[in-house]
């Protein structure tokens, strides 16, 4: 009697005759595919700073008209004092302008999705908004406003808005029309079409709006700022730039502006995270794929 051995590793489907999926090396914890993204504008970084740095002290360049990279961080260090208090004011005003730009924006892209005459009526307001330079509105914003801090919230609040309002909308329209047939031929009212296909549909392109926001409220904020510190008033770190340069204290006011680009991408990167947490699950753009 033959004994027919039996490979208990093969279940006869189709998946059993797949090769095993190589799993991915990591180092501390992170991918290495992760490692290179991080390390390679690392090191090209190092490689600029360091140019900077030797051209500087070859040249001789005095630092009231470039100061070099150590400079630079030795007055980041001293003048810390000074410009953490105006970096938690551009923070907040960065913050603030984006929080109304998110709740405003989603709102009123809402109310568009649902009523066409309302969009045709206020949107190409919106777009007026959107092209106006805020730096030709923002001198009469900070006199029509008593209040500095509440002028140049909405200074950066006009900047930040319309992405936000214009790739929500563009997400609320782009569900698929065949899902809100379906949606229609069972029944489903307005709202219900709206919160289990039409949200979900617009969620990847509100964060994408929302990452682009994220920068133009900081830029609005600065800007703002430089308007208002022209005037006197003192607020966050473009008044301190303002300041130094006024001062000739060539070395804070790049220390400002280190803060200020250091700041940006922080948001950017917050922002980014948030996303891939939000999509990485069940959208094409964030989750990872084996080829």
Request: glycine fraction near 8%; aromatic fraction near 10%; proline fraction near 5%.
């Amino acid at each position: 009697m033959t004994t027919v051995m039996q490979d208990d590793s093969r279940d006869g489907t189709d998946a059993a005759a797949l090769p095993a999926p190589l799993e991915e090396r990591r180092w501390l914890f992170l991918p290495i595919a992760t490692w290179q993204k991080i390390l390679a504008p690392v090191v090209i970084g190092l490689v600029v700073l360091g140019l900077w740095e030797f051209i500087v002290w070859k040249a001789g360049v005095p630092y009231y008209i470039l100061p070099g990279p150590w400079r630079i961080f030795r007055t980041l260090i001293t003048d810390w004092g000074t410009l953490s208090g105006s970096l938690l004011i551009t923070l907040q005003i960065t913050g603030l302008a984006l929080l109304a730009a998110v709740l405003l924006g989603g709102l009123l892209s809402i109310l568009f999705s649902q009523s066409k005459w309302l969009e045709m009526s206020l949107f190409p307001y919106a777009i007026i908004l959107q092209v106006t330079p805020i730096v030709a509105i923002a001198p009469l914003i900070i006199i029509w406003v008593n209040n500095t801090l509440l002028s140049l919230l909405i200074c950066a609040w006009i900047v930040a808005f319309f992405p936000i309002l214009s790739n929500t909308i563009l997400g609320l329209n782009s569900a698929d029309h065949n899902l809100v047939n379906l949606f229609q031929l069972y029944g489903a009212n307005r709202w219900q079409t709206l919160r289990y296909l039409r949200l979900p549909a617009a969620l990847p392109y509100f964060l994408g709006g929302l990452r682009i926001s994220g920068g133009l409220a900081l830029i609005g904020a600065v800007v703002a700022e430089f308007v208002a510190g022209s005037g006197g008033t003192a607020s966050g770190l473009a008044f301190r730039i303002l300041e130094a340069g006024y001062q000739l204290k060539i070395p804070r006011m790049f220390a400002a502006l280190v803060m200020v680009s250091g700041t940006g991408i922080l948001i950017f990167l917050v922002l980014s995270l948030i996303s891939h947490l939000l999509l990485r699950r069940w959208h094409e753009s964030a989750m990872r794929r084996e080829n």
